[in-house]
Structures are given as structure tokens and as C-alpha cells.
């Protein structure tokens, strides 16, 4: 028979690097989740990213037990990676920060594509375009 789901908590920690620090601490302390445990369990199953933030989503069981699951990055992180740039633009629509080519979108969206409501991977980069013109980043075709 199948566990009894008390709660799922989504986050975003960095790869490799977490801590019991917020919010992971509090989110998973006022569940009763053994802290360390899953610190040491997201930081081995994620060293292979290396400060890269991702998204992470904790499933608490009536015994206290988790289980997770690690998402790839947000599409605004891999951009702000590829374009080497610490943030977006203030106004995205007069200034740009940043030029990225369209194979490293290609490349974004196989990354993301499981992550995505997309069918296809056209589709998938039309919506990495979209977060990069968000972001104040132009794509070079």
C-alpha cells in the first residue's frame, strides 16, 4: 500500500551547496524532515551543478519520511549563465544587457525541455526566447 502524502514542498537551493540555513530549514523543520538527511542526500544527487540554483520538490509522508525530486534550473539562470551576466535588465524593452545565439537557446531548451509545457522542441524554444527578451537579452539568429 502506498504511503500516506502529508505534504510536498517546493524550493530552490543551489546545486551541491545546500544548507540547513532558510528556507530549507524551515520548510522541512515544521514537517518533522530529518534536516541533515536531506541536505546531505540534495547536495550528492546535485554536486554535478555546482552553485547552479534549482528548483526542488520534497514529498512528506505521515512517517516523516521524503522523497525528491531534483527539476532542471530556471530558464532566467541558464540564461544569465550563457550570457555571463549577474542580473536582466531594468527595462528589458529599451536596454539590453546581453547577446546569446540561437544554438545556445537550442541548447537551453533540451536542458529544460522535460520541465516545460512544451510538445516539441521549436516550441520549447520559443518559450527560452521569450524569458531571454524578458530578461533584456537579444537572441542572434
Do not use: C
Not at 517546493?10 to 528556507?23: E, N
Request: charged share 25%; no cysteine.
Amino acid at each position: 500500500m502506498a504511503k500516506e502524502v502529508l505534504v510536498k514542498i517546493k524550493l530552490q537551493a543551489p546545486g551541491g551547496q545546500a544548507t540547513p540555513a532558510p528556507p530549507i530549514g524551515p520548510a522541512l523543520g515544521q514537517n518533522g524532515v530529518n534536516i541533515g538527511q536531506f541536505v546531505s542526500q540534495f547536495n550528492e544527487r546535485t554536486k554535478d551543478l555546482n552553485g547552479t540554483t534549482v528548483p526542488v520538490v520534497i514529498t512528506v509522508y505521515k512517517d516523516k519520511s521524503f522523497t525528491f525530486e531534483v527539476k532542471s534550473p530556471p530558464a532566467a539562470v541558464l540564461l544569465k549563465q550563457v550570457a555571463q551576466i549577474a542580473k536582466g535588465s531594468d527595462v528589458p524593452n529599451k536596454e539590453k544587457v546581453a547577446t546569446v545565439t540561437a544554438g545556445q537557446v537550442r541548447q537551453i531548451a533540451e536542458t529544460k525541455f522535460r520541465d516545460l509545457n512544451a510538445y516539441d522542441l521549436e516550441q520549447a524554444e520559443k518559450i527560452i526566447r521569450g524569458t531571454a527578451r524578458s530578461m533584456g537579452i537579444d537572441v542572434a539568429d
